[in-house]
């Protein structure tokens, strides 16, 4: 298995969903009547995607070097970011639209948010294992500020508390960005080897 192609084709993939996500966001969002309020929710939206963008591909390197042998960690995990990726970007055209309940609102973005985070999160999880410890505390994090989020009243700023939970991760993520890889001479799955 080549890690580097499978990671540049994912990441590729990923770029074309978060460019379907504006894209889509945009057309839905282009015959509105804007109001201030609606305006600072579409740019809350905006900010979010960048931030998920963040999020997602800067700790992207740390799996290029590692030496996968299957890649299913990566393939795998891959379905439910594209799901969380999806619902997260829906939920900003909903919530610029104001045109949801609130109850459905919540239990959207919490299916978004555990996809996204839980599905980013698989592939560093198995395939780098100094990185567990933070990657779990990184991930409760980002849950309990979602939980604070979903407390709030109105669609726009659950938005808000979401935006700011993935930017709360992206700033907990830059503590493990430079931590070097642990070498491994053999496969780390010992069916494969035969161990």
């Not at 969380?84 to 610029?96: D, M, Q, V």
Request: hydrophobic share 50%.
């Amino acid at each position: 298995m080549h890690t580097e192609h499978l990671i540049e084709r994912v990441g590729l993939l990923t770029i074309i969903m978060l460019g379907e996500s504006v894209s889509s966001l945009s057309m839905g969002l282009a015959n509105i009547s804007w109001t201030v309020e609606r305006l600072l929710t579409a740019a809350t939206g905006f900010v979010m995607i960048s931030g998920i963008w963040w999020v997602y591909f800067d700790s992207f390197h740390l799996l290029t070097k590692q030496k996968l042998t299957t890649g299913h960690s990566v393939l795998y995990s891959h379905f439910f970011v594209f799901i969380g990726l999806s619902i997260l970007a829906s939920l900003i055209r909903h919530a610029t639209l104001d045109d949801i309940v609130v109850s459905d609102f919540r239990v959207l973005s919490v299916i978004g948010a555990v996809c996204f985070f839980i599905g980013k999160q698989y592939g560093y999880f198995m395939e780098r294992p100094e990185l567990r410890r933070q990657l779990v505390v990184n991930t409760l994090v980002v849950f309990v500020l979602t939980g604070f989020a979903l407390l709030l009243s109105r669609t726009s700023y659950i938005l808000l508390g979401l935006t700011a939970a993935v930017i709360c991760y992206a700033f907990l993520s830059l503590r493990y960005l430079n931590v070097p890889p642990q070498r491994h001479d053999r496969p780390r799955d010992s069916a494969i080897t035969g161990d």
